[in-house]
């Protein structure tokens, strides 16, 4: 069964903190995503990656980053957070190619004081 | 961009009862991929729909693709309890790189 782990269930930062965001996979997935969830927003793309050291900007990446080093290795960076990036943000993999199943990590609730 | 609408926003029924969950798209899709997300879960993917008119069934949930491409449709016959969550429509429109997700109907199952 394919694996995706968030580093943290929940998490609290203040105004300004640097945060950052690990997501592991354990089935060799080209593709990494992050996505926030927030009610009646459904899940937004934030950032993707399909090889390491690659990334490409989703539809919100003001305010973020990531970084792919290894490939079972997929970090959110909130350079400088504030109270808006208070969500749930969720992990997810797959393999290469627009017609793969994407598999989510059981998220991160963050809040931002 | 991409355009999608997702409705209802949310849908409460006797157990029993049948639902409906539509997608819509302003652009031709070139698949669409459906999950759901248990209350405090994560999204599960479901199904993928790849052709026009492509119907395909599992257990009590028939998913449809329009014959245009730009619209699906979720139905679940006979809820049961078990169904409760949000369901997420995930279509990629044709020629791009990843999925759009809708913005979910949640599902509440009155016993």
């Known amino acids: 069964d394919v694996k995706v782990t968030q580093s943290s269930r929940y998490l609290v930062k203040r105004t300004g903190e640097k945060v950052f965001l690990e997501c592991v996979q354990d089935?060799?997935?080209?593709?990494m995503f992050w996505y926030r969830q927030d009610p009646g927003l459904g899940l937004r793309l934030i950032y993707f990656s399909y090889d390491v050291k690659m990334k490409e900007k989703g539809d919100i990446p003001e305010g973020y980053s990531v970084s792919r080093e290894k490939k079972e290795r997929f970090s959110l960076i909130l350079e400088s957070a504030s109270t808006n990036q208070t969500s749930m943000y969720l992990c997810?993999?797959?393999?290469?190619?627009?017609?793969?199943?994407?598999?989510f990590g059981d998220g991160t609730r963050l809040s931002i004081l | 961009g991409q355009q999608v609408m997702q409705i209802p926003q949310y849908q409460h029924v006797q157990e029993g009862e049948d639902f409906t969950t539509y997608c819509n798209s302003s652009?031709?899709?070139?698949?669409i991929q459906w999950y759901k997300q248990r209350p405090g879960g994560h999204p599960v993917f479901l199904i993928q729909?790849?052709?026009?008119?492509e119907v395909k069934k599992q257990k009590r949930l028939t998913f449809q693709f329009g014959e245009a491409k730009k619209n699906s449709s979720l139905h679940i016959t006979a809820t049961q309890t078990t169904d409760v969550g949000t369901y997420f429509c995930?279509?990629?429109?044709?020629?791009?790189?990843?999925?759009?997700f809708g913005t979910g109907t949640r599902l509440t199952v009155i016993p």
């Open positions: 997810a993999s797959s393999f290469l190619g627009g017609n793969q199943p994407q598999h």
């Open positions: 995930a279509p990629r429109a044709t020629g791009a790189n990843n999925l759009f």
């Open positions: 729909l790849v052709k026009s008119g």
């Open positions: 652009t031709t899709l070139s698949n």
């Open positions: 089935m060799d997935h080209e593709n």
